[in-house]
Nanobody, 114 residues
Framework: QVQLEESGGGLVQPGGSLRLSCVGS????????ILWYRQAPGKERELVGG????????DYADSVKGRFTISRDNAKRTVYLQMTSLKPEDTAAYYC???????WGQGTQVTVSS
């Protein structure tokens, strides 16, 4: 079955950077788009951005555009979320999901605080 595992979260100061990883298994990784979401305490889960199956196309929420970059390495079955210029409002649990599927990983927590 589809399984996703996110990692790379942690505590970072405002203005800092982090790279999250999402490793997929149980499906043909290279033919699916992958989406990143986040959920802050007390808020609904929101879409951060996504990447096409071959990695040639990406899209981002306005709130992260210009600061976050999504990439993928299909040989490693991994999608990355590079986050720069982090702000306290980026604090959330981050999740990946296969486009068109309902399964979620366990998420990885990102906390931006001084």
């Amino acid at each position: 079955q589809v399984q996703l595992e996110e990692s790379g979260g942690g505590l970072v100061q405002p203005g800092g950077s982090l790279r999250l990883s999402c490793v997929g298994s149980g499906f043909i990784f290279s033919i699916y788009g992958i989406l990143w979401y986040r959920q802050a305490p007390g808020k609904e889960r929101e879409l951060v951005g996504g990447i096409s199956p071959a990695g040639s196309s990406t899209d981002y929420a306005d709130s992260v555009k210009g600061r976050f970059t999504i990439s993928r390495d299909n040989a490693k079955r991994t999608v990355y979320l590079q986050m720069t210029s982090l702000k306290p409002e980026d604090t959330a649990a981050y999740y990946c999901r296969v486009r068109g599927r309902s399964e979620w990983g366990q998420g990885t927590q990102v906390t931006v605080s001084s």
